[in-house]
C-alpha cells in the first residue's frame, strides 16, 4: 500500500492568531452533542408514568405472572443475554413496600415545589434459575398460587413451592422439574378447585401436557394426568374454561381441540370418536380453516363457546357442549359435522362443534382474545394495531372498532378487568410501548347508558422505549381490580403503573 499523498507546505491552510481566535466559552454542562444535519428529526420525549420498576433482567422480558391470592407478588422471566447460549433466568419480586402517589396534582399540595416522589426500585426476593434458554411462560397455579411453574425454550417445566413464614416473608423452594418437548410456548394453569395445582402447556412439537404437581409425593411431584399428540405443528396458544372441564389448544396448522380432561363428556358420551376431544376442528373444514394458521384461544364465562385468532384478522367462534344439560344420546360435532347454519351464543348449548360465526374485523394476524367476564363482550386484538370488541349477545356484532388503539404497532393482550367497571373496562398493551385502558361500552341498540368516546383510552401509561426501538411491552397483569398494571417490557424492565 502506497503511503498517503502530502501537498507543498505552501498549500497548507492558514493558522489564525491567537488574538483571532474565537472566545473560549466555559463548558459547565460536560460534552454536547452536535447538532444534526437532518432539520427534520424529531425529537424524542421520554415520559415515566411508572410508581416503580425492576431492572434486574439483562434482555427482554418475555414472560410475567401474578399470584392469586397475594397480587403483589410478581413473577418475570426472560433469558441473562442477547447470545444465542444465554441462559434463561427469572424473578420473584414484591411491589406492596411501592406507596402510591397523590390523586391530586401538585398545585394543591401544601408545598407546591415539594420534589415529587421518584419511582421506587424493586429488588427480587427470589430468582428462578435452572433453565439453558429464555424463560418465555410463567404460571402460578390455582386456586390459592401454592406452586410457581416456569417453561422454557429448553423444553423445561420446572416447579417452585411457595411458603410463607409468620412475618408473612415468602420463600419458594424447587420441586422438581420434567422435560418431555423441545420448546415450552405457553403455559394455563387449571382455575377449578377439583383440580387443585394443575397446569396444561403446549409445545413446538404440537403437543398438549397436563400436569398436577403434589410435594407431598416425593417420589413423582409433577405427574402427567393427560398427554394429547393431535396437532400437527407448533401449540400457539391454550385455555381451560371457566369450571376447569375443557382446555381448549390451537395450533400453525389451523387445528382447534377442545379436550375432555376430567372424562367428564365421555361419562355423558360427549366425546368425538377421538375418544379425546369435544371439538374437533382443523384447516381441512374449509369453513374453519384459516391460511396462516391459529394464535390465540379464549372460552367465554359460561362455558358455552370457544373463540380462536388467526392470521389475517380471522376470529372464528365455535360452540361447546354444556355437560349439565345435555342427554346422553347427544353427540358433539367434528369438522364433517359442524353447522355453519347455527347462529348466536345460545347454539353452543346444543352443539358442539358447531360454526357460530367468521369474523374479519381486523386486518392482520389476531395474537390476542380476552371475554368480559361480566358483559356480553369479547375483545380482540391485532397485529395491525387495532382492538375490536364484539357483542356476543347481538350475534357478535362489531360493537367498538379501535382502528389505532396502539398506532399500527402490533398489540401483544387484551384483558377485560375482572372487579371494577362492571365489566366494560379493557386493558391493552403493544409493542409501541404503551399500555392502555379503554371503557367500551356505547351506543349499543336499546342500551340505557350514554355512549362514550371509546376510540381514546381513560387511563394511559408510559414508560417502556417501544415505537419499534425494542421496547414494546411484552405482557402485563392487573389483578382482579386492575389498580395496578405491571408489564413485562422487552427493554428488560418491568413497571409498576398505579390507575
Known amino acids: 500500500m502506497s503511503a498517503p499523498h502530502q501537498d507543498d507546505v505552501e498549500d497548507a491552510p492558514e493558522m489564525l492568531d491567537a488574538d483571532d481566535a474565537l472566545e473560549e466559552v466555559e463548558d459547565g454542562e460536560g460534552d454536547i452533542a452536535m447538532d444534526s444535519d437532518d432539520e427534520g428529526a424529531e425529537e424524542i420525549i421520554l415520559q415515566n408514568d411508572s410508581i416503580a420498576y425492576f431492572d434486574s433482567h439483562k434482555d ?16 418475570t422471566g426472560g433469558s441473562e443475554g442477547d447470545g444465542e447460549d444465554a441462559p434463561g433466568k427469572g424473578y420473584v419480586f414484591d411491589t406492596s413496600p411501592v406507596v402510591g402517589r397523590p390523586v391530586l396534582p401538585a398545585s394543591y399540595n401544601a408545598d407546591p415545589t415539594a420534589q415529587q416522589p421518584k419511582s421506587t426500585e424493586l429488588k427480587p426476593l427470589f430468582t428462578i434459575e435452572g433453565h439453558s434458554d429464555s424463560i418465555n411462560t410463567l404460571a402460578f397455579t390455582l386456586p390459592t398460587g401454592e406452586f410457581l411453574v416456569s417453561g422454557g425454550l429448553d423444553g423445561r417445566l420446572r416447579t417452585y413451592q411457595l411458603s410463607v413464614d409468620a412475618r408473612n416473608k415468602p420463600s419458594f423452594t424447587f420441586v422438581a422439574e420434567s422435560q418431555e418437548v423441545p420448546e415450552v410456548n405457553w403455559l394455563a394453569a387449571c382455575p377449578s378447585p377439583k383440580y387443585p395445582n394443575t397446569i396444561a402447556l403446549g409445545a413446538s412439537d404440537g403437543s398438549a401436557w397436563v400436569y398436577t404437581i403434589d410435594a407431598s409425593d416425593a417420589s413423582n411431584p409433577m405427574q402427567i394426568v393427560q398427554s394429547y399428540f393431535l396437532h400437527t405443528a407448533a401449540c400457539t396458544a391454550g385455555a381451560w374454561s371457566p369450571d376447569g372441564t375443557f382446555l ?19 361419562a355423558k358420551n360427549l366425546v368425538n370418536d377421538n375418544g379425546q376431544t369435544v371439538v374437533s376442528l382443523t384447516g381441512e373444514d374449509q369453513r374453519f380453516g384459516v391460511d396462516g394458521g391459529l394464535y390465540s384461544v379464549a372460552i367465554d364465562p359460561k362455558t358455552t363457546l370457544v373463540a380462536v385468532g388467526g392470521a389475517g384478522g380471522a376470529v372464528k367462534i365455535v360452540g361447546l357442549p354444556r355437560l349439565g344439560s345435555m342427554t346422553s344420546g347427544a353427540q358433539p360435532m367434528s369438522s364433517k359435522q359442524s353447522k355453519a347454519k347455527a347462529k348466536g351464543g345460545e347454539a ?18 389476531i395474537e390476542t382474545l380476552a371475554f368480559s367476564a361480566r358483559q356480553p363482550l369479547l375483545a380482540a386484538g391485532s397485529v395491525d394495531g387495532s382492538v375490536a370488541v364484539f357483542d356476543t349477545a347481538r350475534r357478535f356484532a ?48 336499546g342500551a340505557g347508558s350514554a355512549p362514550t368516546d371509546s376510540s381514546r383510552p381513560v387511563r394511559e401509561w408510559r414508560g417502556h422505549r417501544g415505537d419499534g426501538e425494542g421496547g414494546g411491552v411484552l405482557g402485563f397483569v392487573q389483578g382482579a381490580t386492575g389498580e395496578r398494571v405491571v408489564t413485562a417490557g422487552d427493554d428488560g424492565v418491568v413497571l409498576v403503573f398505579e390507575a
Not at 380432561?261 to 365421555?266: D, L, P, S
Open 60 to 75: 427482554s422480558v418475555f414472560a410475567i405472572a401474578q399470584h392469586p391470592t397475594q397480587p403483589s407478588l410478581i413473577a
Open 248 to 266: 381448549a389448544t390451537v395450533s400453525e396448522d389451523s387445528s382447534l381441540y377442545v379436550w375432555d380432561v376430567w372424562g367428564e363428556a365421555a
Open 348 to 365: 353452543g348449548s346444543a352443539q358442539g362443534g358447531a360454526i357460530l360465526a367468521d369474523l374479519h374485523t381486523q386486518s392482520d394476524g
Open 398 to 445: 362489531v360493537r367498538r372498532h379501535i382502528k389505532e388503539a396502539h398506532d399500527e404497532f402490533s398489540v401483544v393482550k387484551v384483558d377485560f378487568v375482572a372487579d371494577a367497571g362492571d365489566g366494560w373496562l379493557l386493558t391493552s398493551c403493544g409493542m409501541d410501548g404503551v399500555v392502555r385502558r379503554w371503557d367500551v361500552r356505547g351506543a349499543a341498540p
